[in-house]
């Protein structure tokens, strides 16, 4: 039996972080088949999934490619469904309780459903409902001749009694999708030991859980890509089971229940460190598909502005080449391609604009964040600049950051606008500039968030 492994890149995820999480869920799936061959069983199904919308160039590549879109979850805290008894063993109403007692002999459980003759839900029967009636039967007994004839009639009728004369009502329903550990609080509290699960028309019983589902403390698998911060992390992280990360980013606060699978390397993209664990893996005979190729390369061209970052490497440069081979296209055409897809500038949300690729970062007891948006065509970006600084406002009030700084790279020119919001002074002191107030600060050759203006302001 197979357990399902999220992996996951981080919160407003960007190319890199989908792509990466999309090639290598399948790099370890393929790798698990081997396994299977070998010793007829699967450990874990890997599943890639995300934390937010499709960047406009991960959407056109998904559909240019034919790359199935990984599923959009909320957090990795545990849910109902994930501990749950699925499709309960069930009496109905009508049914006698001597049968309902054999039914839960026969199949070692304590309590069943009850349904009516069209299965709709009706309520719950369990051992000490049944046991209940058994001992109430005693008060036939006469304290003065202690009459037992009287006691084994009762039991003997009891036997007969239809379910419903005997089944709960009052029984706590919950919905699948509950976090678990709501559910548990509510279960604890509940004099029943059962709760039932219900589908969305509320009338079909879909699942069960009982206090010994809820003692199982139970932690989401889960493999992190391109992130390994938990302000970044999925929410829950903190109770998930973490089994690998893969990562270009620094080491941060990530804590794990064991030792794992932890690949950092100093290079421009999480998807050049996926492509070489498939090349790692040629002698098992997986080879990387051309739609997974060409997903990866797209990543490493967006995550290094074409090659072009300073964070890029000869690493990056080799994958690069060895992707393009692959999926059989020139470099440059196909990054036109791709930062052409950010077309519509002009009439994205302000809020997509700046959450888009942004990331939270400490500073002391403050928090700070770091927005960027890589574009050819910086002029039509800022016609929207009041619109822009508004939002920044916005943002950094309700949040509380200290600043809100927005980098509006130039793919072309190869450096960034600074459209900054909030303690301006520690943006001026960690670049020795002054950050206007209005038409942005020019930064040639600022590109890279991660090795070129985080770190500058962190060491501040």
């Known amino acids: 039996m197979s357990k399902n492994v999220y992996v996951v890149g981080h919160r407003n995820p960007d190319n890199d972080s989908i792509c990466s999480a999309v090639a290598y869920a399948y790099l370890k799936n393929e790798c698990a088949k081997n396994v299977l ?4 069983s699967i450990e874990y199904s890997y599943e890639p999934v995300r934390l937010g919308p499709l960047p406009p160039e991960t959407e056109w590549l998904f559909k240019k490619y034919k790359i199935p879109v990984p599923r959009a979850i909320r957090h990795v805290y ?3 469904r994930d501990v749950m008894t699925r499709n309960p063993i069930c009496v109905r109403e009508d ?3 001597m049968l309902a007692g054999k039914r839960m002999r026969k199949n070692n459980v304590k309590a069943l459903v009850v349904i009516d003759k069209k299965e709709r839900y009706k309520g719950l029967i369990s051992t000490r409902m049944i046991a209940n009636r058994y001992i109430s039967a005693t008060d036939k007994i006469d304290n003065k001749d202690g009459n037992i004839t009287k006691v084994a009639t009762d039991l003997i009728r009891s036997l007969d009694e239809k379910v419903n004369d005997l089944m709960e009502t009052d029984v706590l329903i919950l919905d699948d999708e509950d976090l678990l550990k709501d559910a548990t609080d509510k279960l604890l509290q509940n004099s029943l030991r059962e709760a039932v699960v219900l589908d969305d028309s509320g009338e079909k019983c879909i699942g069960i859980l009982t206090r010994s589902d809820v003692a199982r403390r139970l932690h989401k698998n889960v493999v992190l890509v391109d992130h390994n911060e938990t ?8 109770e998930a089971n973490i089994l690998e990360i893969v990562d270009h980013h620094r080491i941060a606060d990530i804590s794990t229940l064991n030792p794992i699978k932890f690949m950092n390397l100093p290079v421009g993209s999480t998807a050049s460190i996926v492509a070489s664990e ?3 893996y040629k002698h098992s005979k997986i080879s990387i598909p051309k739609n997974l190729a060409a997903a990866l ?4 061209i967006t995550d290094t502005i074409i090659l072009n970052s300073p964070t890029t490497t000869a690493f990056d440069r080799r994958m690069a080449n060895y992707l393009s081979k692959i999926v059989g296209v020139d470099i440059k055409k196909f990054a036109y391609d791709i930062f052409s897809c950010r077309s519509g500038e002009d009439k994205i949300s302000v809020k997509n604009l700046i959450n888009a690729d942004s990331k939270e970062f400490q500073l002391g007891d403050q928090r700070v964040l770091i927005c960027q948006h890589e574009t050819i065509n910086v002029k039509k970006i800022m016609k929207r600049e009041v619109e822009i600084r ?5 943002l950094r009030r309700d949040l509380e950051y200290e600043f809100v700084l927005f980098m509006l790279t130039d793919i072309i020119k190869q450096g960034s606008l600074f459209i900054a919001v909030g303690n301006l002074d520690i943006i001026n002191r960690s670049f020795n ?3 206007k107030k209005s038409g942005g600060s020019w930064m040639p050759h600022i590109v890279s968030r991660k090795l070129q203006v985080a770190p500058k302001i962190l060491s501040t």
């Open 37 to 40: 061959k070998e010793s007829k």
């Open 78 to 80: 545990g849910r109902v």
């Open 95 to 97: 049914e006698t309780v």
């Open 231 to 238: 302000s970044q992390a999925a929410l829950g992280i903190d």
């Open 278 to 280: 498939f090349e790692n």
């Open 297 to 300: 390369l797209s990543a490493i």
């Open 390 to 394: 508004r939002y920044m406002k916005q």
């Open 433 to 435: 500039i002054k950050c």
